[in-house]
């Protein structure tokens, strides 16, 4: 089974606090992404990899970073915290080989006060 | 551009009633089509998906999912639902060929003995 995992379940951060989120897949997929996710606006990607070192905007990139230095990893990095990025962030990976299915971690809830 | 409507927020429904979460989508290009289950706190797992062949897709656990390529559609149906079905689920689209998967808003399935 393909394993997706997110190195915080739950975090608690301050305004203007420099922020990572660490995301590992197992499976060498190619691809990876970060969605958040917020009651009534579904998913929304913010940035996604297709390839090491390699990344694209997604929806809502404003505020946000991405980090792809390892196949495997793929960190996403709020530079200044702050309140409306409180949210749920799920990580996901795909294979360019298994019909574009998407497998994503158990997410990150993650509060700025 | 593509786009996934989820023509219900909420789907309250008695235990061992049968139920059917709608799902339009929009394309110019041909599609994959996914709907994946969310539990309390966790993340998004694969329920079924369409890639190509039969229309009538199933799930291991009772649900299944018919692509209607006319009406543009991806309905979600079980014929008896039961408790542990209360989740939130997610219709997806993605392009063949393609990077991106557009979610839909998210039906709430709320089960009542």
């Known amino acids: 089974d393909v394993k997706v995992t997110q190195s915080s379940r739950y975090l608690v951060k301050r305004t203007g606090e420099k922020v990572f989120l660490e995301c590992v897949q197992d499976?060498?997929?190619?691809?990876m992404f970060w969605y958040r996710q917020d009651p009534g606006l579904g998913l929304r990607l913010i940035y996604f990899?297709?390839?090491?070192?390699?990344?694209e905007k997604g929806d809502i990139p404003e505020g946000y970073s991405v980090s792809r230095e390892k196949k495997e990893r793929f960190s996403l990095i709020l530079e200044s915290a702050s309140t409306n990025q409180t949210s749920m962030y799920l990580c996901?990976?795909?294979?360019?080989?298994?019909?574009?299915?998407?497998?994503f971690g158990e997410g990150s809830w993650l509060t700025v006060v | 551009a593509q786009s996934v409507t989820q023509l219900d927020s909420q789907v309250p429904v008695f235990e061992e009633a049968p139920v059917e979460l709608r799902c339009n989508y929009s394309?110019?290009?041909?599609?994959?089509l996914f709907w994946y289950v969310q539990y309390p706190n966790q993340g998004l797992q694969l329920l079924l998906k369409?890639?190509?062949?039969?229309?009538l897709v199933e799930s291991i656990n009772g649900f299944e999912a018919e692509f209607n390529k006319s009406q543009t559609s991806f309905h979600l149906r079980k014929p008896s639902v039961h408790i542990s079905d209360t989740a939130e689920y997610f219709c997806?689209?993605?392009?063949?060929?393609?990077?991106?998967?557009?979610f839909g808003a998210g039906t709430r399935l709320f089960v009542k003995a």
């Open positions: 990899s297709y390839d090491v070192k390699m990344k």
């Open positions: 369409y890639l190509s062949g039969s229309t």
């Open positions: 499976m060498d997929h190619e691809n």
């Open positions: 997806a689209v993605g392009l063949t060929g393609g990077f991106k998967t557009i």
């Open positions: 996901a990976s795909r294979s360019t080989v298994s019909g574009n299915t998407i497998y």
């Open positions: 394309s110019s290009v041909s599609v994959y």
